[in-house]
Nanobody, 123 residues
Framework: QVQLQESGPGLVKPSETLSLTCTVS??????????WSWIRQPPGKGLEWIGY???????HYNPSLKSRASIIRDTSKNQFTLQLTSVTPEDTAMYYC???????????????WGQGTQVTVSS
């Protein structure tokens, strides 16, 4: 059973870079056709897919966030990290990491999820 756990700061100031890490257990991020995503949900809104890093190491991003988002991985620690630059209060959301078995932008296609971590952007 794959388990995911998000970690990172709960409060970030505007214009700074948000960095969140997802630690995975029960399966390697570098094998088994996994697609490891970051997904967020702003207050009162629906889920928004941010991007994924595939088991091959390739990445794909939501076009609306592509200029600010990057996902990197550390296979030795079985972790992947989201970096979102130049944050604004509109980036305030619950952030989730998730695993899917195919390359998709649809949150409903992801079977395994972390519990989520709340990030607030405020000065």
């Amino acid at each position: 059973q794959v388990q995911l756990q998000e970690s990172g700061p709960g409060l970030v100031k505007p214009s700074e870079t948000l960095s969140l890490t997802c630690t995975v257990s029960g399966g390697s991020i570098a094998t088994s056709y996994g697609y490891w995503s970051w997904i967020r949900q702003p207050p009162g809104k629906g889920l928004e897919w941010i991007g994924y890093i595939a088991y091959t190491g390739s990445t794909h991003y939501n076009p609306s966030l592509k200029s600010r988002a990057s996902i990197i991985r550390d296979t030795s620690k079985n972790q992947f990290t989201l970096q979102l630059t130049s944050v604004t209060p509109e980036d305030t959301a619950m952030y989730y990491c998730a695993r899917g078995s195919k390359p998709t932008m649809l949150p409903a296609e992801y079977r395994y999820w972390g519990q989520g971590t709340q990030v607030t952007v405020s000065s």
